[in-house]
Nanobody, 125 residues
Framework: QVQLVESGGGSVQTGDSLRLSCVTSGVIFSNYAMAWFRQAPGNEREFVAGVSWSALSTRYADSVKGRFTISRDNAKNTVSLQMNNLKPEDTAVYYC??????????????????WGKGTLVTVSS
């Protein structure tokens, strides 16, 4: 059974930091590129950041470049998202997702093989 379990969400103030983590089980972690998506109330789900299976390559949405950093630890089957200088517009449910590594660097939600259930991040001004 494949599981992606996110943690680390919470309520913070503008300018604060949070670190999200996603632990994966039931798959060979290094076979997958990993990504974070988010969905704010009333909005469509959007790509946030992605990392290749080897961690040598990353991609970011323009809205988070310079503020968010994605990383992965293949030994621990974990992908993380360090979020700094958070803004109210970052408020959303954040989802961890896995994509077959051959798809990299293309990342589209329709291509993701597995999803977590999400963790809520709320940023107040």
């Amino acid at each position: 059974q494949v599981q992606l379990v996110e943690s680390g969400g919470g309520s913070v103030q503008t300018g604060d930091s949070l670190r999200l983590s996603c632990v994966t089980s039931g798959v060979i972690f290094s076979n997958y590129a990993m990504a974070w998506f988010r969905q704010a109330p009333g909005n469509e789900r959007e790509f946030v950041a992605g990392v290749s299976w080897s961690a040598l390559s990353t991609r970011y949405a323009d809205s988070v470049k310079g503020r968010f950093t994605i990383s992965r630890d293949n030994a621990k089957n974990t992908v993380s998202l360090q979020m700094n200088n958070l803004k109210p517009e970052d408020t959303a449910v954040y989802y961890c997702a896995a994509e077959n590594r051959v798809m990299w660097p293309r990342i589209r939600d329709i291509d993701m093989a597995y999803w977590g259930k999400g963790t809520l991040v709320t940023v107040s001004s």
